[in-house]
């Protein structure tokens, strides 16, 4: 009898695949934890900026200030709130709640919507 | 003879102890993020306000476990990011040590700011 012989590890082409939703929200999960990691030298700059002298609050002010900023903020922010929400939703799918298809998909939509709607009321209240 | 499962130098550790942490670390932040946004309501009036909660005595001690667990949490994930898309295993471990140095320095800067107020 012929051996059948799978070819393994199989890795699939980003480009070619179709990635369906929660696929999606997991690779942003991936995503926005790296962007975090990245930025960590400058939000620690601007965490310390914000508890020092009146000279650090001035310069705190006059960086978080600048529309680029803030719009870099913004994202750090969704990024932070993305991860937090997926992270909720892989804790629940490791407790076993939610693993059917139709669960599972709706879960990874409300992680979407959920911190979209966090960061646009946060983003607001914090950076305007 | 030849091992079957031969240990690779800079592979995830082999255990669940990596996985496990992963989500203890995640648990911890969660809960601390929810900590601090209710300080925040509550008593983080301006600049002022701010600085009262980080430097209470509590909110500093919960604040440098929280340090502990993002730069440890940021370890596990960034290197399993590096795990899966860097294969030579002599860029791969620099790219390692590299993130670990990074994360190490971070984790003593931001304790430093919370210790000196």
Redesign the interface.
Known sequence: MAEIVKKRPKYLNLLEIKLPLPGWVSILH?VS??G??LM??PL?WL??L??GSPDN?ETFKAITGHPLAKLILLGLLWAYLHH?CM??R??LL?MHKGIEKAQARASAVAVLVVSLALTVVLGVKLLW | MVNPNPRIVVGAGYGLKDWLIQ?VT??VM?IY?VLLALFLALYGDG?EG??AI?ANGLVRFITFIFILSLCYH?WV??RD?WMDYVKPTGIRLTLHVLTAL?LLG?AG??AQ??WR?
Do not use: H, K, Y
């Open positions: 991936r934890g790296a975090l990691f960590l030298p620690i965490f310390g914000s508890l609050i937090f992270g909720i892989i804790l490791d | 989500r995640a648990g969660a993020t600049f701010w600085r980080m940021a994930g960034i990011i990074v971070n800067w931001a700011i919370i107020l």
